[in-house]
T-cell receptor, first 116, second 115 residues
Framework: GAGVSQTPSNKVTEKGKYVELRCDPI?????LYWYRQSLGQGPEFLIY????????DSGLPNDRFFAVRPEGSVSTLKIQRTERGDSAVYLC??????????????FGEGSRLTVL | GENVEQHPSTLSVQEGDSAVIKCTYS??????FPWYKQELGKGPQLIID?????GEKKDQRIAVTLNKTAKHFSLHITETQPEDSAVYFC??????????????FGKGTLLTVNP
């Protein structure tokens, strides 16, 4: 597609459930990023993929969060045993390489997760 | 780690006036400073950026200034229009080469341009 695509756009779940959020980056982009944006806050870095590997997962809040990118394209962010505090918009971004200072970092519209 | 402070949190101006948003950062190693515009229900979109070897950059009605000594940078929008209404985020990035991939964002400024 022309841009970064994220599904679902909205997800409502109950506390304790498992959720998966999908990101389809711009074709040909080797670098993929996940950020989390809580209400009234700026995006916070979660994880960075270069190809299939997670080059930096230091932003994942705890071991309930996990992300994969098995073929170096689509990525899935997985959250186990969801908590109300996980409610946020999860943003995915991609860039041609891992250099964001080229100005070629593109964000998707996000997946809004609500945990009841 | 890096900390980015952004002010004001809300800004209301009349159409045609100028708007200024200011950010400070904590890590002197930061060398890339982008500004993003986020409209309701959309992802952030890059509007302008500046690197640490430049003091000012302009793109039509938008300009960014950087003061490395004071560790602050500002966004200037002139001749504001109603379609400029959105949330604006500043960000900072550390590193070079293969390590320049992580952004630290400010908390955002809600800009409202009144017709």
């Amino acid at each position: 597609g022309a841009g970064v695509s994220q599904t679902p756009s909205n997800k409502v779940t109950e506390k304790g459930k498992y959720v998966e959020l999908r990101c389809d980056p711009i074709s040909g982009h080797t670098a993929l990023y996940w950020y989390r944006q809580s209400l009234g806050q700026g995006p916070e870095f979660l994880i960075y993929f270069q190809g299939t590997g997670a080059a930096d997962d230091s932003g994942l809040p705890n071991d309930r969060f996990f992300a994969v990118r098995p073929e170096g394209s689509v990525s899935t962010l997985k959250i186990q045993r969801t908590e109300r505090g996980d409610s946020a918009v999860y943003l995915c971004a991609s860039s041609l390489w891992g250099r964001i200072d080229t100005g070629e970092l593109f964000f998707g519209e996000g997946s809004r997760l609500t945990v009841l | 780690g890096e900390n980015v402070e952004q002010h004001p949190s809300t800004l209301s101006v009349q159409e045609g006036d100028s708007a200024v948003i200011k950010c400070t950062y904590s890590d002197s190693a930061s060398n890339y400073f982008p500004w993003y515009k986020q409209e309701l229900g959309k992802g952030p979109q890059l509007i302008i950026d500046i690197r640490s070897n430049v003091g000012e950059k302009k793109d039509q009605r938008i300009a960014v200034t950087l003061n490395k000594t004071a560790k602050h940078f500002s966004l200037h929008i002139t001749e504001t229009q109603p379609e400029d209404s959105a949330v604006y985020f500043c960000a900072a990035s550390i590193g070079s080469g293969g390590s320049n991939y992580k952004l630290t964002f400010g908390k955002g400024t809600l800009l409202t341009v009144n017709p």
